[in-house]
């Protein structure tokens, strides 16, 4: 069934027929709802795709397409990224954000010279649609939601997939993760895991999943679930729309300046909080990745309760759990939104099915991030300078 302007709902997508390969497993609750989440063995899995070996079923991802003359300055005009002058078969990526600076919208973007294809999650693609629709006034663009043709699939860098290429170059988005972007700044110090995220997501004609889990079938290449793909991201720190952002989310909480904002682009919606924050201020919150203490073999959920637990035993909750995942190397591990003012080298305490978990922190965005404008403090008005 197809809603009105063409935008179509989680539920009017096609089952995939990866949910028929032995062991597949849906979790109708997680996340990542009508893809399989594991085939039996999620920290397997997660060894094969960091091996370039397996495929992550990602068709319940929405696909929005603009095209026209002047899609790539119109959405450079209300998006976070710079994308006037963007190549075809350039990967990139860019926010949508409200006046006051919060995140709407999160998009994987690449343009193959005649379409722009956006990549969001499933449940934001008719949002996403309606919204743009509304914002084309008098400029020569169209917008439209591809999700019934056309489908997503995960996969480390190295392992092809053959691609759509519906006006002559392959659809392969390549993570721009695994560095700092031209005009982005991070927040993180020290070694980055991202460095070492080479993760791609290639847009293939729906009808081609059915030829793909034919290909795993023959042992072509394995398929692994969507919970071995979130423990590998999770373990590279990077942020999702569906899990890290909430109602109140700006970049900088969660270092998303380092691939999805340039500094030094004109104006946009939003984009005075970004400077503001970025030059004067603190984020007000700060991702950080948990190692969780497994002895009790409790995974906490999304959602659960972080707390500060004082020598008196009173409980300070500072922030939430926005994924978790058992990492084939690292353990059970998560990523957690807590105040800024949360003590960087505080234990933390996850609450979880009445189960309290020891969580130390590894900092993604410290306390001191942003004031990078260092302006220097005026004497005030009669101060007598010695």
Sequence with gaps: MTIPNGAVTPETIP???????????????????????????????????????????????????????????????????????????????????????????????????????????????????????????MLRVEVAVATEQYAVIGAAAGLAVEAAQPNGMPLVWNDPWSEVAVGGHQYATGEHPGAAWTWTETIVAREQLESLVQQVRAGTFSAAGSLAAEALRIAAWRPRLQSEVDERSIPHELDWLRSAVHLNKGCYRGQETVAKVHNLGHPPRRLVMLLLDGSDAVLPPAGSNVVLV????????????????????????????????????????????????????????????????NVPRLPRLGAVRR
């Design 310 to 373: 004082g020598d008196d035993a009173a409980r300070k909750p500072v922030g939430r759990i926005t994924s978790s995942g058992i990492h084939h190397e690292l353990g059970p591990v998560a990523l957690a939104i807590v105040k800024r003012s949360a003590d960087p080298a505080a234990v933390l305490t996850v609450e979880a099915d009445g189960i309290d978990v020891a969580a130390s922190q590894e900092i993604v965005v410290p306390a001191d991030a942003g004031a990078t404008a």
């Design 15 to 137: 089952g995939s027929p990866f949910l028929t390969l032995p062991g597949a497993v849906e979790q109708a609750d997680a996340v990542d709802h009508g893809v399989p989440s594991h085939y039996g063995s999620p920290n397997i899995e997660q060894r094969l795709i960091a091996g370039g070996k397996a495929i992550v079923d990602l068709s319940n991802r929405g696909i929005v397409t603009v095209t026209g003359p002047d899609r790539l300055s119109w959405l450079n005009s209300i998006t976070s990224q710079e994308l006037r002058s963007l190549s075809a078969g350039i990967s990139t990526e860019t926010l949508f954000l409200d006046q006051s600076g919060r995140i709407e919208h999160a998009v994987k973007l690449l343009d193959d010279g005649t379409t722009t294809w956006l990549v969001t999650e499933a449940d934001d693609a008719a949002p996403l649609h309606a919204w743009l629709d509304r914002m084309r006034f």
